[in-house]
C-alpha cells in the first residue's frame, strides 16, 4: 500500500493531525549508506516487478565509483547472476566513442565538422534532397542530416543479420535523404556508420583499432569492445531477451555482431568500465589533457541542435537534455536483447550507468530513479551516525501490503523512516516520511512538518520488526525483507 495515497483515500484516519515540536530537530539529510540501501533494495524489487532477467549498475561521483554491482541472472538457462562485470551490448552508446574519434582528427586538423561527406568518402554518392545540401559531418553528429535512420536492410528484426560495411556502402547508393539537411532532428544509425567511415579514411587504420588504440586503451577501458565479443558466451557475455508478450513471458534471442553498423550500435561494455568512461569524462572536463582536449568535449556537450519546438536537444554526439532544472548529457542504447543507459551531471559530477538484458523497458528512467535516491545524499555529505542508524536498523526491510501494491519498502533517510511503494518508477517522488515519537513508533511528518497518523513496528525475537500496524492494519515484513 502507498502511504500517503492508497492509505489515505481508503481508510479513515484513527488519529487526527497534530503539531508535534521534537526536542531535536530531526537530521534531515540522508547519508550515503542509507541512500545506497534504498537503492538497492528499489532496484532489485522494480526489476523483478519488470520481469527483467537482469541488471548491472553503477554509480560514479567525481572519481570515485560509489555504487556497483547486479541485479537477477545474466543468463536464465545458467543462472548466472548479473555482476558489475557483465557485459552487454551496448548499442548506440558505442556512438560516443565515433563522435570522440571524430573530434580527435577534427582537432588533429584532418578534418572540419563543415566538411561534406563526399570530401572524405569517395564512395558517398547519395544526391542530396532537392531543398539542402549534402550532410556535412556536423550534421552527422547531430542528427540533422537528414539521412535515413538504417542502412536499408531489415537487421532490426530475426535473425539480427546485420550488413558488412561493404554491403552497406552498396546500398547507399539507392538511398534517398528524408529531408534536407539542417531541417529536422532525424536520428540516423547510418549517419554515424559513415562517421565510423570517415574516422577510417581519414585516420588511414580501420575503425576498430583506431578507436581501440586511440580511446579504449589510453582511458583504461579493459572490458569494452567494438563489437560483441561472442567468445565470452557462457562467460561474462549476458544472454539477450525480448519485450514482454501479452502473457508476460520474454523470448530468449540469439546472439549477433552488428558488423559494418559496428560505430553506430555495435559495442559491449560492462558497468564498471562505463564508470571509468564517466569518471574519465569529468576529469576531462576539470582539465585533463591527453586523449581529448578539455574544450573539445566540453563543445561536444552543449546542445549543437534545437528543436524549433525547444523540446529536443543534442550535442555532437551526446544527447543533452533537463530533468528538473539539471542538465544531463550521455546516450541511451537498446539492441536485441538489451537496453542501455549512461547518465551524466556533469556540474555535479554525478554518473549513473544501468544495463539491462532485456527489451521493452526504460533504462533512462531506472537511472534517473536512481539519480533521485543518491544525488541528495552525496550532495549532502552528511555523514554517518552509528547510534542513528543502530536504532533505525530493525525497521528498514521490505513489508507486505497486499492488494493495495507489491509491498513497501521502509528505509531510514537522515533520523526519519521512509515509506515508498512498490512498483514504482519514480521512488522519490513525496514518499511518506515518518518520525520517531516513542519507543517503536513513527508519525507521519506532513508537508507542513506537523505530524499526523501513527504507525507501530511489533518487534521479533531477533530485534527486528516482523510487522508494522497502520490503522489498525498489519502489515507484515515479507519472507525477503533484507
Known amino acids: 500500500m502507498r502511504i500517503v495515497s492508497l492509505a489515505s483515500l481508503l481508510v479513515p484516519l484513527l488519529i487526527a493531525p497534530v503539531a508535534f515540536a521534537a526536542e531535536e530537530p530531526p537530521k534531515k539529510a540522508p547519508t550515503i549508506p542509507q541512500a545506497l540501501e534504498i537503492a538497492r533494495m528499489w532496484i532489485d524489487a522494480q526489476r523483478a516487478y519488470d520481469e527483467v532477467p537482469g541488471m548491472s549498475y553503477a554509480v560514479v561521483h567525481g572519481q570515485k565509483v560509489v555504487w556497483s554491482g547486479g541485479s537477477g541472472v545474466a543468463d536464465r538457462q ?21 563522435s570522440l574519434g571524430v573530434m580527435q582528427l577534427r582537432d588533429a586538423g584532418k578534418l572540419a565538422l563543415d566538411d561534406p561527406l563526399s570530401k572524405h568518402l569517395s564512395w558517398f554518392r547519395m544526391r542530396p534532397h532537392e531543398e539542402g545540401r549534402e550532410p556535412t559531418i556536423r550534421s552527422v553528429l547531430t ?32 538511398q534517398e535523404p528524408l529531408y534536407p539537411s539542417e531541417r529536422f532532428l532525424q536520428y540516423s544509425n547510418l549517419g554515424i556508420t559513415l562517421a565510423g567511415e570517415i574516422i577510417s579514411a581519414v585516420s588511414g587504420v580501420p575503425y576498430d583499432e583506431y578507436v581501440r588504440r586511440n580511446i579504449l586503451a ?119 536483447g538489451f537496453r542501455t543507459s549512461l547518465t551524466l551531471d556533469t556540474a555535479r559530477r554525478i554518473g549513473v550507468v544501468v544495463l539491462a538484458n532485456a527489451n521493452g523497458i526504460q533504462p533512462a528512467r531506472y537511472a534517473k530513479a536512481l539519480y533521485d535516491i543518491i544525488a541528495p545524499a552525496l550532495e549532502s555529505g552528511a555523514q554517518p551516525d552509528a547510534g542513528t542508524a543502530a536504532s533505525l536498523a530493525p525497521y528498514v526491510g521490505s513489508y507486505d501490503s497486499f492488494p493495495w501494491s507489491g509491498e513497501t519498502i521502509v528505509a531510514a533517510w537522515g533520523d526519519e523512516l521512509l515509506f515508498i511503494g512498490l512498483p514504482t518508477m519514480d521512488p522519490m517522488k513525496e514518499p511518506a516520511k515518518f518520525r520517531r515519537t516513542g519507543e517503536h513508533r513513527f508519525r507521519r511528518v506532513r508537508k507542513d512538518g506537523s505530524l499526523g497518523e501513527t504507525v507501530v513496528f511489533d518487534i521479533g525475537p531477533d530485534g527486528r520488526a516482523i510487522r508494522y500496524w497502520q490503522h489498525s492494519n498489519p502489515y507484515p515484513r515479507m519472507a525477503n525483507g533484507n
Not at 149 to 174: C, G, H, M, N
Not at 238 to 247: L, Q, T, V
Not at 278 to 300: C, H, K, S, Y
Open 78 to 98: 545458467t543462472k548466472q547472476p548479473a555482476t558489475a562485470d557483465t557485459i552487454y551490448s551496448i548499442c548506440s552508446v558505442s556512438k560516443l566513442f565515433t
Open 143 to 174: 542528427h540533422s542530416s537528414g539521412l535515413p535512420r538504417e542502412s536499408d536492410y531489415p537487421y532490426w528484426t530475426d535473425p539480427f543479420d546485420f550488413p558488412t560495411r561493404e554491403k552497406v556502402i552498396e546500398r547507399l547508393q539507392a
Open 218 to 336: 589510453p582511458v583504461g577501458l579493459t572490458s569494452t569492445f567494438t563489437e560483441i565479443p561472442l567468445a565470452e558466451r557462457g562467460k561474462r557475455l549476458a544472454a539477450g531477451y525480448s519485450a514482454k508478450r501479452r502473457d508476460g513471458s520474454r523470448a530468449a534471442l540469439p546472439p549477433f555482431q552488428v558488423r559494418g553498423i559496428a560505430p553506430a550500435a555495435g559495442f559491449a561494455s560492462t558497468a564498471n568500465d562505463l564508470a571509468r568512461f564517466a569518471a574519465w569524462n569529468f576529469r576531462v572536463l576539470q582539465g585533463e589533457q591527453g586523449v581529448i582536449d578539455p574544450r573539445t568535449l566540453r563543445e561536444m556537450q552543449r546542445a549543437h541542435w534545437v528543436e524549433p519546438d525547444l523540446d529536443s536537444f543534442w550535442g555532437l554526439g551526446y544527447s543533452v537534455w533537463k530533468d528538473d532544472g539539471k542538465v544531463f548529457v550521455g546516450h541511451g542504447g537498446a539492441c536485441p
